[in-house]
């Protein structure tokens, strides 16, 4: 009963964040989602329904990549260097719910580190 309260509760987060964020042709969104295992990360324009760019520890390249803030920094800085070669220079951010803080603030800043404007 306590989990099914935290998960709406975290689902009601993101839906309020997702009203007020939404990406175009010019300034995608990006997602990152952590879970136990993994990071996965997407460019996204709203507008066309699209995914520009992704990036995720299932790929080879980034296997042994652990979700925490060493990770996280990691991973920032490999989809920058990605977005940079596909052109886009300005993105919003979608923290999918969760405080700015810790693994979220590492990703942010490697994105940052890559001059991508937010």
Known sequence: MKLAKKRELAQKRRWRIRKKVNGTTDRPRVTVCFTNKNIHAQCIDDVNGHTLSAVSTNNADFKNI?????????????????????????????????????SIKAFADSLRSKNIKF
């Open 66 to 102: 652990l979700p925490n803030v060493d990770g996280a920094t990691k991973i920032g800085e490999a989809f920058g260097e990605a977005l940079a070669k596909s052109g886009i220079k300005t993105i919003v951010f979608d923290r999918a719910g969760r405080k700015y803080h810790g």
